[in-house]
């Protein structure tokens, strides 16, 4: 009994100084991201923060899958710059990339990444999502305002978190109390 729980002491431990780790990354990530920076490079920064940020999601174990699904809805701006996560891991997940995916196939996702190609049906896809544990990240102006969990804002010189906590409460999306602390969080 006590090697197990000095075992799960030392998984704890581990997954706090991971999530420090983490959260240290995130902010030198928000810190440092120029203005300067190309389409291309832009949407690699972006493809480390949906990264990151899923990091910072308490997943449930009830559904613990071996994997952890990033749906794309709308033009696919990242192209070949989520290579810099395809090997990655959240809580022993692997990821996986569906890009091009329609409403239909949401049930599907983990993650929701809303292109600006679909802002004109955004309440459409909110209301398709609402009440689903689905997490939803975009850089559509005004996302987290106009109900999407996680904007991934451009303003300046760098790339902002904002975060609508009660989008996120109502489709039970657990959100670590580390990431709030470096977003802008909104309640709409």
């Given at each position: 009994?006590?090697?197990?729980?000095?075992?799960?002491?030392?998984?704890?431990?581990?997954?706090?100084?991971?999530?420090?780790?983490?959260?240290?990354?995130?902010?030198?990530?928000?810190?440092?991201?120029?203005?300067?920076?190309?389409?291309?490079?832009?949407?690699?920064?972006?493809?480390?923060?949906?990264?990151?940020?899923?990091?910072?999601?308490?997943?449930?174990?009830?559904?613990?899958?071996?994997?952890?699904?990033?749906?794309?809805?709308?033009?696919?701006?990242?192209?070949?710059?989520?290579?810099?996560?395809?090997?990655k891991?959240?809580?022993?997940?692997?990821i996986?990339?569906?890009?091009?995916?329609?409403?239909?196939?949401?049930?599907?996702?983990?993650?929701l990444?809303?292109?600006?190609?679909?802002?004109?049906?955004?309440?459409?896809?909110?209301?398709?999502?609402?009440?689903?544990?689905?997490?939803?990240?975009?850089?559509?102006?005004?996302?987290?305002?106009?109900?999407?969990?996680?904007?991934?804002l451009?303003?300046?010189?760098?790339?902002?978190?904002?975060?609508n906590?009660?989008?996120?409460?109502?489709?039970?999306?657990?959100?670590?109390?580390?990431?709030?602390?470096?977003?802008?969080?909104?309640?709409?």
């Open positions: 009994m006590q090697l197990m729980y000095g075992k799960m002491l030392t998984w704890l431990t581990l997954r706090r100084i991971n999530l420090l780790t983490l959260t240290g990354l995130l902010l030198f990530n928000v810190s440092n991201a120029h203005a300067e920076y190309s389409a291309q490079e832009e949407y690699e920064i972006k493809a480390r923060f949906l990264y990151n940020v899923a990091q910072l999601v308490y997943w449930p174990t009830a559904e613990n899958k071996q994997l952890l699904v990033f749906c794309f809805l709308g033009k696919d701006v990242f192209g070949n710059t989520l290579n810099t996560i395809k090997d891991k959240v809580e022993q997940r692997q996986v990339f569906k890009r091009n995916v329609s409403l239909d196939d949401i049930e599907q996702c983990q993650v990444f809303v292109g600006m190609s679909e802002q004109s049906s955004l309440s459409n896809i909110l209301a398709k999502v609402s009440k689903k544990m689905i997490l939803t990240v975009s850089d559509i102006g005004s996302f987290a305002e106009q109900g999407g969990m996680v904007h991934l451009k303003e300046e010189k760098r790339i902002r978190l904002v975060v906590l009660r989008a996120a409460r109502d489709s039970s999306v657990k959100l670590s109390s580390r990431l709030l602390t470096v977003a802008t969080v909104v309640e709409k």
